[in-house]
């Protein structure tokens, strides 16, 4: 092969999917090739060229436009330009221009296809649409990770022991402790006529008789739980971690066919997998001190590292330092209310943000709450004053940096009664002023870390209500969300940041991942969906007047890809000791990622730019 020849070769080879033949095809597909010349404002196809071909850009630019004259797609040095394979278009449809004197190596689309027949990503890749090659991306990601987690690839059938030690309801609070004892059981299932009716442990014991005085004559049922958690058999481990971590719970019985099976605990898991959620979780639990949980918050990172080694999602690294956020939270409440005594009226610790969305990882700050019955008296306002201060000095203390917007409880815009926020909520909603929208983007993401529950599901059911009949604010919300927008240039490649540290990165948190979970709490307050976890929102938003399935599939795909990009940068940084951030340079990805990073922008405009039609 002469020097220009092989020039060619090398440059085609670089190019996905090309990268996936071996170089015996590459020669054959290089013998095949033409070249043109495309002066700027010329279209395509180059005068004298009929057929349907394949056109790969070595200089230049080229645009591509709808019948109706709307820019559909740009194309620079590297891309492959195949608008004009698929006679199904129809000759109307295809509009492409060139943006500047243009080299363009062609070939025939029915001769490459030849050539590459026994290569089916390649072909599948000039066959599917880029949301197609999206979703087959993450496809891959999901079960690889599957493959690579032993608690994902682990059903729960090899964890749980049985038989479950049972006691009768009418027994005493006693005897459950002396048959626990016996036993060496730190659980008892409560039940009647076989059917189960909560659970007792050991630490209802001591919590809800010995520190309260309860004599242990009474019957058992008096302490047990009776909203009692299960799980069915058939799920894997990873879902028992996660249904523990989420309840705050250590005991989970197994059911089959609603009967229950067996018990499966904390330490069954722990002894399974070693420096993980679960395990990192319940050293929490048992910590005594503020300076005991500061030494156990530097596994985080080193969790994320493991984890993002082991191909695990990231959506699942973000349900496991979101779990992992909110135990170390709960137990900072926990010694607060040691050192303060209990509260004086009920209330409730909420998280906002991407903990309450359980989309955290490791050195995220703070975003907290507090939300307070509307009994609460002048008098009480110090002990609430305490409690946040002594909570957030701990997190920060932890490496939860302290919020750089306050958006914090110990704010006390953000420590208020259950009346107030209802009327925070009513006033944002139908007075979409600038401030108020900014608000919306972490106090519509709201969830109950500790405390009563209730406080924050009546204030959301009512607000949801709103949204649902809102149409003016969830205008205003849709115009707010599109002004962060993908980093896609209307030439050759993506909109790098200009100048600081910065420099030549994109923002993948900000003009990437942000606007698909602002679209996502569009969809859901449209919709009065109460979830806040985005891929959790889009499902459920999936086939409603808001979001069709195939949207709501493609952002799903996008947004796992964007954040898997976000998971391994992150964990990369942090090996090195260094800072995590949201900056990614194009250069640190591969030429195949790159294309699958343009094809996640592109769904998130596509999207935006609907919304923008419709409001």
Same mark, same amino acid.
């Given at each position: 092969?002469?020097?220009?020849?092989?020039?060619?070769?090398?440059?085609?080879?670089?190019?996905?999917?090309?990268?996936?033949?071996?170089?015996?095809?590459?020669?054959?597909?290089?013998?095949?090739?033409?070249?043109?010349? +495309?002066?700027?404002?010329?279209?395509?196809?180059?005068? &004298?060229?009929?057929?349907?071909?394949?056109?790969?850009?070595?200089? &230049?630019?080229?645009?591509?436009?709808?019948?109706? #004259?709307?820019?559909?797609?740009?194309?620079?040095?590297? *891309?492959?330009?195949?608008?004009?394979?698929?006679?199904?278009?129809?000759?109307?449809?295809?509009?492409?221009?060139?943006?500047?004197?243009?080299?363009?190596?062609?070939?025939?689309?029915?001769?490459? %296809?030849?050539?590459?027949?026994?290569?089916?990503?390649?072909?599948? !890749?000039?066959?599917?649409?880029?949301?197609?090659?999206?979703?087959?991306?993450?496809?891959?990601?999901?079960?690889?990770?599957?493959?690579?987690?032993?608690?994902?690839?682990?059903?729960?059938?090899?964890?749980?022991?049985?038989?479950?030690?049972?006691?009768?309801?009418?027994?005493?609070?006693?005897?459950?402790?002396?048959?626990?004892?016996?036993?060496?059981?730190?659980?008892?299932?409560?039940?009647?006529?076989?059917?189960?009716?909560?659970?007792?442990?050991?630490?209802?014991?001591?919590?809800?008789?010995?520190?309260?005085?309860?004599?242990?004559?009474?019957?058992?049922?008096?302490?047990?739980?009776?909203?009692?958690?299960?799980?069915?058999?058939?799920?894997?481990?990873?879902?028992?971690?996660? @249904?523990?971590?989420?309840?705050?719970?250590?005991?989970?019985?197994?059911?089959?066919?609603?009967?229950?099976?067996?018990?499966?605990? +904390?330490?069954?898991?722990?002894?399974?997998?070693?420096?993980?959620?679960?395990?990192?979780?319940?050293?929490?639990?048992?910590?005594?001190?503020?300076?005991?949980?500061?030494?156990?918050?530097?596994?985080?990172?080193?969790?994320?590292?493991?984890?993002?080694?082991?191909?695990?999602?990231?959506?699942?690294?973000?349900?496991?330092?979101?779990?992992?956020?909110?135990?170390?939270?709960?137990?900072?409440?926990?010694?607060? $209310?040691?050192?303060?005594?209990?509260?004086?009226?009920?209330?409730?610790?909420?998280?906002?943000?991407?903990?309450?969305?359980? $989309?955290?990882?490791?050195?995220? *700050?703070?975003?907290?709450?507090?939300?307070?019955?509307?009994?609460?008296?002048?008098?009480?306002?110090?002990?609430?004053?305490?409690?946040?201060?002594?909570?957030?000095?701990?997190?920060?203390?932890?490496?939860?940096?302290?919020?750089?917007?306050? +958006?914090?409880?110990?704010?006390?815009?953000?420590?208020?009664?259950?009346?107030?926020?209802?009327?925070?909520?009513?006033?944002?909603? #139908?007075?979409?002023?600038?401030?108020?929208?900014?608000?919306?983007?972490?106090?519509?993401?709201?969830?109950?870390? !500790?405390?009563?529950?209730? %406080?924050?599901?009546?204030? @959301?059911?009512?607000?949801?209500?709103?949204?649902?009949?809102?149409?003016?604010?969830?205008?205003?919300?849709?115009?707010?969300?599109?002004?962060?927008?993908?980093?896609? &240039?209307?030439?050759?490649?993506?909109?790098?940041?200009?100048?600081?540290?910065?420099?030549?990165?994109?923002?993948?948190?900000?003009?990437?991942?942000?606007?698909?979970?602002?679209?996502?709490?569009?969809?859901?307050?449209?919709?009065?969906?109460?979830?806040?976890?985005?891929?959790?929102?889009?499902?459920?938003?999936?086939?409603?007047?808001?979001?069709?399935?195939?949207?709501?599939?493609?952002?799903?795909?996008?947004?796992?890809?964007?954040?898997?990009?976000?998971?391994?940068?992150?964990?990369?940084?942090?090996?090195?000791?260094?800072?995590?951030?949201?900056?990614?340079?194009?250069?640190?990805?591969?030429?195949?990622?790159?294309?699958?990073?343009?094809?996640?922008?592109?769904?998130?405009?596509?999207?935006?730019?609907?919304?923008?039609?419709?409001?």
């Amino acid at each position: 092969m002469d020097s220009a020849l092989s020039e060619i070769s090398e440059f085609i080879q670089a190019i996905p999917p090309m990268d996936l033949l071996p170089s015996d095809i590459i020669e054959q597909i290089v013998k095949e090739i033409s070249i043109s010349y +495309v002066r700027r404002g010329q279209t395509l196809p180059p005068q &004298g060229i009929v057929e349907e071909n394949i056109y790969i850009l070595r200089k &230049g630019a080229l645009s591509y436009f709808s019948a109706d #004259n709307k820019l559909l797609a740009k194309f620079s040095e590297g *891309d492959i330009c195949s608008v004009f394979c698929f006679s199904h278009n129809g000759p109307n449809t295809q509009h492409v221009i060139s943006d500047e004197d243009t080299l363009l190596y062609s070939i025939n689309y029915h001769n490459f %296809l030849q050539l590459v027949n026994e290569y089916p990503d390649v072909t599948a !890749y000039f066959q599917q649409t880029s949301e197609q090659r999206l979703n087959k991306k993450m496809l891959q990601v999901n079960e690889d990770a599957i493959l690579n987690s032993s608690l994902l690839n682990s059903s729960i059938a090899n964890f749980y022991h049985s038989p479950v030690v049972i006691i009768n309801p009418d027994a005493s609070i006693q005897q459950a402790a002396i048959l626990m004892t016996e036993q060496n059981f730190s659980c008892l299932v409560i039940s009647h006529n076989d059917q189960p009716l909560g659970i007792v442990t050991d630490k209802d014991i001591r919590r809800r008789c010995v520190a309260q005085g309860l004599s242990i004559e009474q019957p058992v049922s008096a302490i047990m739980t009776d909203d009692m958690t299960t799980i069915d058999i058939n799920s894997t481990a990873y879902d028992a971690l996660m @249904k523990m971590t989420q309840k705050h719970i250590h005991h989970l019985p197994v059911t089959e066919s609603n009967q229950l099976k067996g018990m499966v605990t +904390v330490t069954d898991l722990m002894n399974n997998e070693g420096q993980n959620a679960v395990n990192i979780t319940s050293v929490i639990h048992k910590a005594t001190s503020v300076g005991e949980l500061t030494e156990i918050s530097s596994m985080i990172p080193k969790l994320q590292i493991r984890m993002a080694k082991l191909g695990t999602t990231a959506d699942h690294v973000g349900k496991s330092i979101s779990a992992i956020t909110m135990a170390f939270t709960i137990r900072l409440i926990e010694m607060a $209310e040691k050192l303060l005594g209990p509260p004086p009226v009920p209330y409730a610790w909420l998280a906002a943000g991407s903990q309450a969305r359980q $989309e955290q990882f490791a050195h995220s *700050d703070q975003d907290n709450a507090l939300i307070i019955s509307n009994d609460l008296k002048p008098e009480h306002n110090l002990w609430f004053k305490d409690l946040a201060t002594f909570v957030s000095d701990g997190l920060a203390a932890c490496g939860f940096i302290y919020c750089p917007g306050n +958006v914090m409880a110990t704010n006390p815009q953000w420590c208020q009664t259950q009346k107030q926020w209802s009327q925070y909520f009513a006033q944002w909603i #139908n007075t979409p002023e600038p401030k108020a929208l900014m608000h919306c983007s972490t106090f519509f993401d709201l969830t109950t870390v !500790y405390g009563d529950s209730r %406080l924050l599901e009546q204030v @959301k059911t009512k607000m949801l209500q709103t949204t649902k009949r809102s149409t003016l604010f969830i205008a205003h919300l849709s115009r707010n969300a599109l002004n962060l927008r993908p980093p896609l &240039g209307f030439f050759r490649d993506f909109v790098l940041i200009q100048n600081g540290e910065n420099k030549a990165t994109l923002d993948l948190k900000h003009n990437g991942i942000a606007p698909i979970v602002d679209l996502a709490r569009i969809y859901a307050l449209s919709e009065g969906i109460a979830t806040v976890n985005t891929i959790e929102r889009l499902k459920q938003a999936a086939g409603t007047p808001s979001l069709s399935k195939s949207s709501a599939a493609n952002l799903i795909d996008a947004y796992e890809f964007l954040s898997m990009l976000r998971m391994m940068h992150q964990a990369k940084k942090l090996q090195l000791g260094q800072q995590p951030n949201n900056y990614l340079s194009p250069k640190d990805i591969s030429k195949l990622e790159r294309e699958h990073l343009k094809d996640a922008f592109k769904v998130i405009k596509t999207l935006q730019d609907s919304r923008q039609s419709t409001y």
